[in-house]
């Protein structure tokens, strides 16, 4: 269990009384836009747009912005950015792997401020491949663990034909890991289950983990908020494991 991935669960949690709320609305934002632009404007027709529209309105964002981006991305309004994405590799204190996603309009100015960011926050850039190998994509599939076993999930998803890697227990949620491109089939099987999802995505995990201690998961997580500031960068993956102790003690500060 990747530790980045319970501490984002628990970021989520108080996304929306933070400071960042703005920020992540703009990344919303522009998913839409991208996701119409590479499948079409047409949620019934696009699931990658649907889904995204789906995340925004989970996150209040307003309708009239979800609707100007999706017309922006499909070309039925002007304005559009050409965003393209590319990672970036690097490593945090301790030595924790770190891969950083961005989607920007402009691959110079993500490229300096990622490198500016990740040292002045005890950080280092690494060559492209550098990191990398350590991560798997995979596609994550969320659903309230209330009422339910992890059993209860595995079995729909197995009983449907699907091949799930894992179902890991993440606060009061189960994840369901597969490959990317099992994603709506899982969300099928759950789905024929009466199982409700509440939330999928793709992620990166990695293979080899770095243990820490709370003082310096707090320097990981200074690192990781100064990127997640830069308008450019989507996702900071790590390969930090944090143990429940850690992690509630973090959740004290």
């Known amino acids: 269990m990747s530790g980045h991935s319970k501490w984002a669960t628990t970021k989520h949690k108080k996304a929306a009384n933070d400071a960042k709320r703005g920020k992540e ?21 696009n699931p990658t747009l649907d889904d ?9 964002v307003p309708n009239d912005n979800i609707e100007r981006a999706r017309k922006r991305g499909s070309g039925e309004e002007a304005g559009g950015a050409d965003w393209q994405t590319n990672m970036y590799e690097g490593y945090g204190p301790n030595g924790v792997a ?16 990622v490198r500016t960011r990740m040292t002045k926050n005890g950080g280092s ?3 492209s491949g550098a990191v990398s190998y350590l991560f798997s994509r995979k596609g994550i599939v969320t659903v309230s663990a209330e009422g339910r076993t992890e059993d209860d999930v595995l079995m729909a998803v197995l009983e449907a034909g699907v091949d799930a890697e894992e179902v890991n227990k993440v606060g009061d949620l189960f994840e369901v ?49 100064a990127l997640e500031d830069s ?7 790590t390969n930090m494991d944090l143990s429940d102790e850690v992690l509630a003690e973090l959740e004290e500060d």
């Open 125 to 127: 850039m690494a060559d």
């Open 52 to 60: 995204m529209i789906k995340k925004a309105k989970k996150a209040s």
């Open 25 to 45: 609305f703009a990344k919303l934002i522009k998913n839409i836009e991208v996701a119409a632009r590479t499948g079409g404007g047409d949620p019934a027709a």
């Open 98 to 113: 770190v891969l950083i996603e961005c989607l920007t309009d402009n691959r110079n100015r993500a490229a300096t401020e």
């Open 231 to 237: 308008d450019d960068v989507q996702n900071v993956y």
């Open 177 to 225: 890991v597969s490959a990317p491109g099992d994603i709506p089939a899982v969300k099928e099987a759950l789905a024929a289950a009466d199982i409700p999802v509440d939330d999928s995505d793709s992620d990166f995990r990695a293979s080899v983990e770095v243990p820490l201690e709370a003082a310096d998961a707090r320097r990981i997580f200074k690192l990781i908020d």
